[in-house]
């Protein structure tokens, strides 16, 4: 397969169907409400998507995060709730403090 080709397969199969979805997201949540409850569905069904992802991660890890253990995956998730909550709920504070705490962790214990 020609660079020209996987190119072409990654924008058809990869960014053309994830964009379509967004688009309509996009068209159709002008029109939802904030209190309505489609819009509370909606927040839950995305708050239960990331807790699942994040829980996956800490405990069914895959790649170079398997060899961390999993009292430093836990702190730094830890430390990560609460940079969040002492940057006055700044998402961006949360990760750093979080990616801080592993990366300390995993210099540490040599790994």
Do not use: D, N
């Not at 960014?15 to 068209?27: D, H, N, Q, V, Y």
């Not at 836990?74 to 403090?97: D, E």
């Amino acid at each position: 397969m020609t660079e020209g080709a996987a190119l072409l397969v990654v924008i058809l199969v990869g960014f053309l169907p994830t964009e379509i979805w967004r688009s309509l997201a996009i068209l159709f949540g002008r029109r939802v409400e904030e209190g309505s409850p489609i819009f509370h569905w909606v927040k839950a069904v995305a708050t239960a998507l990331l807790a699942a992802v994040v829980a996956r991660l800490l405990f069914m890890p895959a790649g170079a995060l398997a060899g961390v253990p999993l009292a430093l995956r836990l702190g730094a998730v830890a430390g990560g709730v609460a940079g969040f909550a002492v940057m006055r709920r700044s998402v961006v504070a949360g990760v750093l403090v979080g990616e801080a705490i592993l990366i300390a962790g995993i210099f540490l214990l040599g790994h």
